[in-house]
């Protein structure tokens, strides 16, 4: 965030996903199933190799998990440039604009480029289809599209999330990466991926690779368990972050500043600009994986550049400061894409640790996919109003049927499915009711709506 404004990196603003060509190559990749309806990476492989395996060019850096993968990518990735090196970034989801998955050399594909390569992994989806194999799916084509991209990029390094899982995901096909990260390990996407922790760390750890690194700051022992044994299999150097001391020595809503113990080598005042100790230990795991690497000579990241990167490292709607409201602009605005019960739990740690005592109004929307009865017992931990709004998604769950989730007799509990009256009459209420802090929070579909309504309402104020 600068000057109570929502935070944008203009170097990217060119990539907005606004030109017709890229409308196009969007709404092609959208035509696709999201997902197979057979497992397994075959219609991937077969894809990757009529375009000419892209993929085994690029010196990858992978990173699955539940929460925090986003950010330990974002900390890998800027560390990664301010050493002078050109990365590529993969994520998902986006926040604003489709173009926000791929990214190089601190910029977003343009509009052209992903209208370009979308062509080409499509000619080639085609030549799959007269062929009489089966199609690849969205995140497929979009992890194509990502690959020939980094590799006519000519980045040095690519980080690359995890879209889902670990073992299935399209992401999965590199073969030889130079480190796997594994974050947090909780419940989610339980219908693809298990309904135990043990079973959902099986299919994180499918991303781990014969002689790779791995570092997880995972802490959850069911989870570890399944990491540590798969690590020992394929005969990995193992790290779990949990053990890893740090100190926290001053922290607010704009970041911490910490000091790190990593095998006895001290890293002094590390500051990073997002919010919350479990930023502290998302930073820690992307630390780990850099000294890894610098210590096997893939890398070469001096400290200088580690810290500058870890300063610049940045999340859209990760405890994000979108602005303020109110009078005399006293009243924060807070977005936050918590969607599962471990980050709803985070979310309402953070929000005791920074804001206890205040008065918070939370705006929420959520899928009707999700462990909506559990998220909303933290957030009903967290807030003292209530506006109930609708994601824009097609899974979203109505806002009626989310307040029949809510038992906070004497609160403010409005329902608004309209994302944009939903913000706004949030803002004013906010004002009148003398709320200390506005948090909007419950998808990342909605934060990224929300950021865009908030980026309106800001520049109609300047006018």
């Known amino acids: 965030m ?6 944008e990196d203009l170097g990217k603003a060119a990539a907005s996903a606004g030109s017709p060509a890229a409308a196009a190559a969007i709404s092609r990749i959208h035509a696709f199933q999201k997902f197979g309806s057979i497992l397994g990476l075959e219609r991937m492989n077969r894809l990757l190799e009529l375009l000419g395996n892209p993929q085994e060019d690029l010196k990858v850096l992978h990173v699955a998990g539940t929460n925090g993968k986003g950010s330990i990518c974002r900390y890998l990735y800027c560390a990664l440039e301010e050493a002078g090196y050109k990365t590529g970034l993969f994520i998902s989801p986006y926040i604003e604009v489709f173009n926000e998955r791929i990214e190089a050399d601190g910029r977003y594909i343009s509009d052209e480029d992903l209208a370009f390569y979308t062509d080409r992994v499509l000619a080639k989806v085609k030549e799959m289809e007269d062929a009489g194999d089966q199609p690849p799916t969205e995140f497929e084509v979009i992890t194509a599209v990502a690959f020939l991209y980094f590799q006519e990029q000519k980045c040095d390094y690519v980080v690359l999330e995890v879209g889902l899982g670990g073992r299935g995901d399209s992401t999965n096909v590199c073969r030889e990466p130079l480190v796997s990260v594994i974050a947090s390990i909780s419940f989610d996407h339980t219908d693809r991926l298990g309904n135990t922790l043990a079973e959902i760390a099986a299919e994180k750890a499918g991303i781990i690779k014969d002689g790779c690194p791995v570092v997880t700051s995972c802490e959850a022992d069911e989870a570890l368990n399944v990491i540590r044994a798969t690590a020992e299999k394929h005969g990995c150097m193992y790290t779990e972050t949990r053990h890893i001391p740090y100190r926290i020595k001053e922290e607010s809503l704009n970041g911490c500043r910490f000091d790190v113990d990593f095998q006895g080598v ?12 479990h930023q502290v230990k998302n930073a820690v795991a992307a630390l780990a994986a850099l000294c890894i690497l610098e210590e096997r000579g893939e890398i070469r990241v001096p400290r200088t550049a580690l810290y500058a990167g870890f300063r610049k490292a940045r999340q859209p709607g990760r405890l994000e400061t979108a602005g303020y409201t109110g009078e005399n602009d006293a009243i924060p605005v807070i977005l936050d894409g918590a969607h599962n019960p471990d980050g709803a739990r985070v979310l309402r740690n953070a929000m005791n ?5 205040k008065k918070i109004l939370l705006v929420t929307g959520m899928l009707v996919d999700k462990d909506v009865k559990t998220v909303m017992k933290y957030f009903q931990e967290t807030a003292d109003g209530f506006i109930l709004t609708e994601p824009e998604n097609p899974r979203k769950l109505s806002a009626h049927a989310l307040a029949q989730y809510l038992d906070v007799p004497g609160a403010v509990c409005i329902e608004e499915p309209d994302t944009e009256k939903a913000c706004r009459q ?9 709320f200390d802090f506005v948090l909007f929070s419950g998808s990342l579909y909605l934060i990224g709506s929300v950021r865009g309504v908030l980026r309106k309402i800001w520049r109609e104020k300047e006018q």
Not at 2 to 7: F, S
Not at 426 to 434: I, S, T
Request: glycine share 16%.
């Open 353 to 357: 640790r920074f804001c206890g005592g």
């Open 266 to 277: 001290l890293f002094e005042d590390l500051e990073i600009s997002m919010a919350g100790e």
């Open 426 to 434: 949030a803002l004013k209420l906010a004002a009148r009711e003398g």
């Open 2 to 7: 600068q000057d109570g404004k929502i935070y």
